[in-house]
């Protein structure tokens, strides 16, 4: 059975960080993309970072430069490094694993994303 685990969220200032943990169990996660997304009341679900199988990285224009993405696939683990975090980053967030190993397609759909984590809330005050 596959199960995502997040971890790390909570209340920052604005200008904060925030580091978040996704543990994966169930696969080897290592042939997947994984993604991170968040979800603000009465938003849609927004992608934020991928990471590739491969290791290669994607983010969303909204944290390009500030919002890392890393693995270790040696743990099953993914991370979410938020530097300089905004107001407006204030959301639950979320990692989900790609449908296929190996993919051809780096996509930020979440209709990519076959399983999901429960979530963890980022709060960020101004």
């Known amino acids: 059975q596959v199960r995502l685990v997040e971890s790390g969220g909570g209340l920052v200032q604005a200008g904060g960080s925030l580091r978040l943990s996704c543990v994966a169990s169930?696969?080897?996660?290592?042939?997947?993309?994984m993604g991170w997304f968040r979800q603000a009341p009465g938003n849609e679900r927004e992608f934020l970072a991928g990471?590739?199988?491969?290791?290669?990285?994607r983010y969303a224009d909204s944290v390009k430069g500030r919002f890392t993405i890393s693995k270790d696939n040696a743990k099953n683990t993914v991370y979410l490094q938020m530097n300089s975090l905004k107001p407006e980053d204030t959301a639950a967030y979320y990692c989900?694993?790609?449908?296929?190993?190996?993919?051809?397609?780096?996509?930020?759909?979440?209709?990519?994303?076959?399983?999901w984590g429960q979530g963890t809330q980022v709060t960020v005050s101004s």
């Open positions: 169930g696969r080897t996660f290592s042939r997947y993309d």
């Open positions: 989900a694993v790609d449908r296929t190993a190996y993919g051809a397609v780096f996509g930020t759909s979440p209709r990519q994303y076959e399983y």
């Open positions: 990471i590739r199988w491969s290791g290669s990285t």
